[in-house]
């Protein structure tokens, strides 16, 4: 069945180390989202990519990075910068074609650092 | 600017009761998609529901029906014969057309509790 795939479900880090959360998907879509999601709050978008080797920042890019090297991945670094890591990831992914496309979601990646 | 609002961050429903979500927008694209998702306690974001800016009927999936007002730019989710399965958050978001660079813009949510 076609998804998306978020590993690990719980990470845990300590303060000052860069940490990658992974997220692969075979949909064949062409965009893709990562999403931080705080208690009792809604989505905030971190960067989204709309084709390979391309990326746009978002509206709390400061503190991540992001590659895609390949249509099917798009890995998210949360770095030592990134002041209040500890919150739930997401990523989505949706054809580039239409507006009609809703996005798909992996079921998340929930980062503690201490 | 782009603009997704829901003023409800908690609501109470009877079981077997109807329930509705408020969502408004803003936006002077002529085309956009609207969706309505779920997210239980778990985390994962469910899609419920899709409404198309020119379609002329109201979107409904089982349950679920979406109130599309477009003058009023409002996108109501109405669930019908509430289950506690339905307790949960509810987002409402919209997608711009492919070349506003297919974001999505997300309201706050809404928390439904469905009591017994």
């Known amino acids: 069945d076609g998804g998306i795939t978020q590993s690990p479900k719980y990470l845990f880090r300590k303060e000052g180390q860069n940490v990658t959360l992974s997220c692969e998907q075979n949909l064949n879509h062409d965009a893709m989202y990562w999403y931080r999601q705080d208690p009792g709050q809604g989505l905030r978008l971190i960067y989204y990519?709309?084709?390979?080797?391309?990326?746009q920042k978002g509206d709390i890019a400061e503190g991540y990075s992001v590659s895609r090297e390949k249509k099917e991945s798009f890995p998210l670094t949360v770095t030592s910068a990134q002041k209040n890591p500890t919150a739930f990831y997401l990523c989505?992914?949706?054809?580039?074609?239409?507006?009609?496309?809703?996005?798909?979601f992996g079921n998340g990646t929930r980062l503690t650092v201490t | 600017a782009q603009k997704i609002t829901q003023t409800q961050p908690g609501m109470f429903v009877q079981e077997k009761e109807a329930v509705t979500l408020d969502c408004t927008y803003d936006t002077s694209d002529p085309s956009y998609g609207l969706f309505w998702y779920k997210q239980p306690s778990s985390g994962e974001m469910i899609f419920l529901i899709y409404?198309?800016?020119?379609?002329?009927q109201n979107a409904t999936e089982g349950r679920y029906s979406l109130n599309f007002q477009k003058a009023r730019k409002s996108a109501n989710l109405v669930i019908s014969a509430s289950q506690l399965g339905d307790s949960a958050m509810y987002f409402c978001?919209?997608?711009?057309?492919?070349?506003?660079?297919?974001?999505?813009?997300f309201g706050t949510g809404t928390s439904l509790t469905v009591i017994p």
């Open positions: 978001a919209m997608r711009g057309a492919w070349d506003t660079g297919n974001q999505f813009y």
């Open positions: 989505a992914s949706t054809p580039v074609s239409s507006y009609n496309s809703p996005l798909h």
């Open positions: 990519s709309q084709i390979v080797n391309d990326f």
């Open positions: 409404q198309g800016s020119y379609d002329q």
